[in-house]
């Protein structure tokens, strides 16, 4: 798939602080220039900027009144299109891969997504489902966290940096074939729960692998495949599944400490990388994607909210309206 196939329109991935800053911008900053140059991408029909589930998420923590008027200018630049879910996506490529078939718009966007939070019932949904997530990831990550802070003035050199990530690229896959060959033997599979605090979630492999059978009717034949795909390439042709990996490596290698705003940046980025030709997020994980050249790998421009990014952003806006027949 190639991304100028998108309508041949430039697809931007926004982070929620760009939408916010964007709103609350004033006449003749910088964010009021994207913004105005952004709006006139849209008119002339050369860019659009997708909607996320993550969106819907973080917007839910403002009031309703704000979160209304975050939501209409977003719709506005999304022309409609929302990035489904990485569940959803993560399916539907391995389907694609194993049975051939391309990757289009449609197999990471919904169209005409629009309003989601001018209901209020949608709105008080999205703010629990919010409130509920960021408990989770506080508990799972309380341990870990802890033992980062003891250990994280280690420094690792680059090439160790390298052959821990090419052993975790053979590593991770493994859970997932094991899961696949139960299914196989068992016919059948019961999703697992992971303990968290007092509670448990279904395994995400286990999700992945009942998404598989339920909505894409995976035979026995095509599992055989997916466990030789995996034992071959391990996830190098799953973008979502090799982007939230690799980033979880460096999170892990840096001795980062984790909160929830960092995995809701990992689901943003595990399904907005392979099909942004520009996205936008933070300093940290900027500097991840490069490091990992996952931002080459898939083609993207990646910029931070820092003033230079963002002057260099800008001008990259401005070729493309400026220029635009």
């Known amino acids: 798939m190639t991304k100028k196939s998108t309508h041949k ?12 800053d964007m709103i609350e911008s004033i006449d003749g900053s910088l964010w009021f220039e994207i913004k105005k140059e952004l709006l006139i991408g849209y008119e002339k029909d ?9 969106h819907f998420i973080e917007t839910s923590q403002k009031s309703i009144e704000n979160a209304k008027i975050h939501d209409l200018f977003f719709n506005q630049l999304s022309d409609g299109y929302c990035i489904k879910s990485e569940l959803f996506i993560t399916s539907q490529l391995i389907s694609s891969r194993i ?29 629990r ?38 052993a975790l690229k053979v590593q991770q896959p493994l859970k997932f074939i094991n899961r696949l060959k139960e ?17 448990e979630i279904p395994n995400w492999i286990d999700l992945i692998i009942d998404q598989l059978l339920k909505r894409h009717k995976f035979t026995e034949k095509e599992i055989i495949k997916l466990i030789r795909e995996l034992k071959t390439y391990g996830f190098e042709n799953i973008p979502t599944l ?8 460096y999170m892990s290698l840096y001795n980062k400490q984790e909160n929830s705003n960092d995995h809701i940046d990992i689901m943003r980025i595990a399904t907005g990388l392979p099909i942004a030709d520009i996205l936008l997020t933070d300093k940290k994980r900027k500097a991840e994607l490069i490091e990992s050249k996952l931002s080459i790998k898939y083609h993207t421009k990646i910029f931070s909210g820092v003033e230079s990014d963002l002057n260099t952003l800008l001008n990259e806006i401005k070729n493309y309206t400026q220029h635009a027949i």
Request: charged share 30%; glycine share 4%; proline share 2%.
């Open 46 to 54: 050369i860019l659009f900027c997708p909607l996320s589930s993550e």
């Open 242 to 249: 090799d982007i939230r990996s690799t980033i979880e490596f």
């Open 129 to 166: 489902a919010n409130h509920a997530f960021r408990s989770l990831i506080s508990k799972s990550t309380g341990s870990l966290n802890s033992f980062r802070k003891e250990t994280n003035t280690q420094k690792i050199p680059l090439d160790t940096k390298k052959t821990l990530l090419k």
């Open 99 to 127: 049975r051939k078939n391309k990757t289009t718009i449609k197999t990471y966007m919904y169209e005409n997504v629009n309003g989601i939070l001018d209901n209020e019932q949608n709105y008080n949904e999205f703010d």
């Open 183 to 199: 299914l196989k033997e068992k016919k059948g599979i019961i999703i697992k729960g992971d303990k968290i605090g007092d509670k």
């Open 9 to 20: 329109r430039i697809c931007i991935y926004l982070d929620q602080f760009a939408v916010s």
